[in-house]
């Protein structure tokens, strides 16, 4: 969570650091994007068994909160950390085969590496979403808009496009980090409101 807020204030010395330390794949997903995904949900699980939540796919109901079976909220978490890291390696893959087509020659390492950072702010907005006053939705915007200032960086620091076709590559990467977390937000308020696979584990 500190490195999520090092990247959002100060993303120059962020990037530095993220560059320097030079990690492989598999130590940034096992020392990095893993362990922080799961303490944001353990964050969030914990304001959803003790603070209850609003049912509602649009949030602001004029109701109390309803508190959460650890049953659900199993569930729910098990779907967002699988959708989530899920999210990070194909969203990486995808951006790859892009920039392969513009004649970029960045490594799939680099583009995990600025993807998976930039995600930062997303998975700190996760853990804003175990307030129940708090619209999940305005927090998955906020999250989507923040890893969209990062990745601009990170862009530029790691990947290192060329001129010609970075604002193509970086609009691209925008549009696809919304659509990508929107869509997770959506299937994983639907396990959260029993929508979805609610017959599992009950």
């Known amino acids: 969570m500190l490195k999520a807020l090092q990247l959002i204030f100060e993303p ?47 949030g602001f109901v004029e109701r109390a909160a309803q508190p959460v079976e650890p049953a659900t909220i199993i569930r729910y978490q098990t779907v967002q950390v699988i959708l989530m890291v899920a999210c990070v390696f194909l969203l990486s893959l995808l951006l790859r085969v892009l920039m392969r087509t513009l004649h970029c ?49 990170g862009l530029v620091r790691v990947i290192k496009p060329e001129p010609t076709s970075a604002l193509g590559i970086y609009l691209t990467a925008s549009f696809l980090i919304f659509a990508f977390v929107g869509l997770c937000q959506f299937v994983a308020l639907q396990v959260l409101e029993n929508r979805l696979f609610r017959t599992i584990g009950s």
């Open 12 to 58: 120059s010395t962020a990037w530095a650091s993220i560059i320097q330390a030079k990690r492989s794949i598999w130590q940034i997903a096992f020392l990095y994007l893993i362990p922080t995904i799961l303490i944001v949900c353990a964050l969030e699980s914990w304001g959803l068994h003790s603070l209850g939540n609003l049912p509602s796919m649009t």
């Open 105 to 153: 020659k960045a490594t799939y390492t680099e583009v995990f590496t600025a993807v998976t950072y930039s995600f930062a702010p997303v998975f700190l907005m996760i853990a804003v979403n175990g307030l129940p006053a708090i619209n999940p939705w305005l927090c998955t915007g906020i999250g989507a808009i923040l890893a969209a200032k990062v990745l601009y960086v």
